[in-house]
């Protein structure tokens, strides 16, 4: 495609990061694959781009804010998982993390962040890409637990924080 494809290409991939990054975290992968063609992009990408922004534009989506209790009963809860050469040139790897807040007297949660992105480290097993991914995790804890003592004080500091990943050893 001549440059301004590629550009239209670009716009339509921000426009899809942007909806991921707000109230899509499903989407978030998908545009990851999307960023893979930056620069050669084919008409039959763009299309397909288009055709993923005219989907979402027709998928309404609900956000809301349980009621999570007093902030003696929270946990804050983050899961990551890694996928190993799982981009389409079969080399790159992707983590993902997603961190919760949950009161599970009132079996009530709420998602605090999400996030997918490149593994900026070459693994050459899933073992390696999870313990990556666990420590990003574990930094978007410290993160989000920083931003909560700031808005409810310094109570947050004694909410149990648990981490949870999906490993298959193959054995």
């Known amino acids: 495609m001549c440059p301004d494809g590629q550009a239209e290409y670009r716009s339509c991939e921000a426009k899809i990061l942007y909806i991921g990054f707000q109230s899509r975290p499903d989407v978030c992968f998908e545009r990851k694959v999307l960023s893979t063609k930056y620069g050669k992009a084919t008409k039959k990408d763009l299309k397909s781009a288009l055709k993923k922004i005219e989907k979402l534009q027709g998928e309404p989506t609900h956000m809301f804010f349980p009621d999570l209790g007093e902030v003696k009963s929270w946990s804050i809860v983050g899961y990551s998982d890694a996928g190993v050469k799982s981009m389409l040139d079969k080399l790159t790897s992707v983590e993902g993390q997603v961190v ?64 949870f990943t999906r490993h298959e050893s193959g054995r």
């Open 100 to 163: 919760v807040v949950v009161n599970e007297e009132k079996h009530a949660a709420c998602i605090l962040n999400w996030r997918s992105k490149k593994l900026q480290r070459k693994v050459v097993s899933s073992m390696a890409g999870e313990a990556l991914a666990m420590v990003a995790l574990i930094g978007e804890i410290v993160y989000n637990r920083a931003i909560l003592s700031q808005i409810f004080g310094e109570e947050i500091n004694k909410i149990p924080a648990i981490v």
